[in-house]
């Protein structure tokens, strides 16, 4: 039973490993550089990055961009926010979104 518990255990923290990174590890200011601005960490060709941009345009979200593919400094954020995978990742006032999510941006936005 003990060793059930603790494979439970394990799983839930596999599974919120996220979160709890980020709140142990908060991630770095990098939109003070940038005067508060929401940034976005995308691709030219990503439909979701396209997603993302017509969202923050449409609701008056202002935003700097790193295209990854072509931003060395824009990568090294990315990794720094804890991207290793599919784009777009945001930082909006301090919260990291991976992925397209428009209920999360319009609320780290102040819009929602």
Known sequence: MKKLILIF????????????????N????????????????????CGYCKKARE?????????????LEKSDEGVR?????GGRGPVPLLLINGKVIKGYNAGKILEYAGRG
């Not at 969202?55 to 295209?67: A, C, F, H, W």
């Open 55 to 67: 969202l923050m345009r449409q609701n008056g979200i202002t935003y700097y961009e790193y295209d």
């Open 26 to 45: 908060p991630p770095p200011d990098f939109a003070s550089a940038h005067n508060g601005k929401a940034i976005l960490y995308a691709t030219s060709w």
């Open 9 to 24: 255990i394990v799983l839930a923290v596999y599974q919120q490993w996220g979160r709890i990174d980020t709140y142990l």
């Open 77 to 81: 954020q990315y990794k720094a926010l």
